[in-house]
């Protein structure tokens, strides 16, 4: 047995774009008359070392075998442990390559190059065979991320893929599929948390549908796009759109059976970095841009009420937020977030605007919370909530904006709301105010 490893390697952007995004390993058996097999363990490394591949590759007499794994990582390693009759004549080279399959010289390495390598002197006599052992437990099967809850997209990826993070799909829409269509998500619908790992800089040129009773989230690995990307500052020439559907006969099918299957509709949008979206450069530094609208469409025939769950985590939606059919309470939450376009839907509960900036009109049912943020829009509302508290909107500022409804806001917010010149028609609660 012997065991071989890449190290670390380093697989940083250079001009945004990481010199591998795939590596391909090649894996050939000498021997003649005896098999071999080699454990490959595929690390991606980023603060910690996070296995994600772990495959094993028999190799029959004078096979060689060849596998592409996803490699779009700022750091990676791979080790593999050969095993065997004919371990010692067993040979493995790597290979990385770019976006457009072409090989990458400096994260090339044959097996000599590989720790641990070493010039293997002649093979002894064979011993005695001793006796057979007694039968040991059965070892780890080939490792999967959440099964069938967790799947990759990189739009870079040579495609089609199965989702899986050594083969991603490089198309959004077939990810959202494999979730939404996976046997757990068939059978549990809303509980089945499906999650779509989105890898950094990747950009899809394509509209997405999310299908009713489902919960889904898009979370980018780092910054993305929904659209082509061509544009100045990443922006895209053809805008792009993410439709959820809605229909509560669909949902009902699920929660009629029992509480094991009671949750609501979820959609989320956004990437796993902390950082903001507010201006266009923080945007595609590390943020998700939607370049198109976000519609709400409800596919029911007949009651059109349903209740959703809808989050936006460091995401600038370029377009609007549509109300199309869909009725009942859109319970909203936006962090670290852009809403460039208007925010039109009369169940719209803006539970959280939290260091965030709205640019267009605003016309949703009520908000209960709003601290650190922009509003650069003319704003309608029917109420002030105490669905999420604190209740009321607490250091943000104002363009010049027409308030519609009743404002309760602090002391810090109201000097910004009276200091731009702003217009309120409703009634305005002062709150921690000494006068």
Do not use: C
Request: glycine share 10%; aromatic share 8%; net charge negative.
């Amino acid at each position: 047995m012997a065991s071989l490893s890449t190290g670390p390697i380093e697989n940083r952007p250079v001009g945004g774009v990481r010199p591998t995004q795939q590596v391909t390993v090649k894996m050939d058996n000498h021997d003649s008359v005896n098999s071999s097999s080699v454990l490959v363990q595929g690390y991606f490394l980023n603060g910690t070392r996070t296995l994600y591949v772990l495959e094993e590759v028999l190799l029959t007499p004078n096979e060689v075998a060849t596998r592409n794994y996803f490699a779009n990582f700022d750091a990676f390693e791979f080790v593999f442990t050969t095993s065997g009759p004919t371990a010692e004549s067993t040979e493995i080279s790597v290979w990385g390559k770019n976006a457009s399959e072409q090989l990458v010289t400096a994260h090339r390495l044959v097996s000599d190059e590989l720790l641990g390598a070493e010039v293997a002197g002649a093979q002894g006599p064979q011993g005695d065979i001793g006796p057979q052992g007694p039968q040991g437990d059965t070892g780890p099967q080939v490792f999967e991320w959440g099964d069938e809850t967790i799947i990759w997209a990189d739009s870079s990826a040579p495609g089609p893929g199965n989702g899986t993070p050594y083969d991603p799909y490089n198309s959004l829409q077939a990810a959202v599929n494999a979730a939404t269509n996976s046997p757990l998500a068939v059978t549990f619908g809303m509980r089945a948390r499906l999650m779509i790992l989105i890898a950094a800089n990747s950009a899809f040129d394509e509209d997405i549908v999310i299908p009713p009773a489902r919960h889904v989230q898009l979370l980018g690995l780092g910054p993305w796009v929904l659209g082509n990307a061509q544009g100045a500052n990443f922006s895209s020439t053809t805008p792009r759109n993410v439709t959820i559907q809605t229909n509560p006969a669909a949902e009902a099918f699920y929660t009629s059976q029992g509480a094991a299957f009671v949750a609501r509709p979820v959609t989320v949008i956004g990437t796993f970095n902390n950082g903001t979206s507010v201006s266009t450069h923080t945007n595609y530094t590390d943020g998700a841009i939607i370049s198109g609208n976000i519609t709400f469409q409800n596919v029911a025939i007949g009651d059109p009420f349903s209740t959703v769950e809808f989050q936006l985590l460091n995401t600038n939606v370029v377009g609007n937020i549509v109300q199309s059919g869909h009725m009942g309470q859109l319970n909203t939450y936006v962090y670290n977030s852009r809403l460039s376009g208007s925010v039109i839907h009369n169940g719209l509960r803006l539970q959280r605007l939290v260091d965030s900036r709205t640019d267009g009109v605003i016309n949703i049912a009520v908000y209960s919370n709003i601290a650190n943020s922009w509003i650069r829009g003319n704003v309608t509302v029917t109420a002030a909530s105490s669905d999420v508290p604190p209740t009321g909107i607490f250091s943000s500022q104002f363009n010049p904006i027409t308030w519609n409804g009743p404002l309760t806001l602090d002391t810090a917010s109201n000097f910004y709301f009276v200091s731009s010149g702003s217009t309120l028609v409703g009634t305005k609660t002062v709150l921690f105010s000494t006068a």
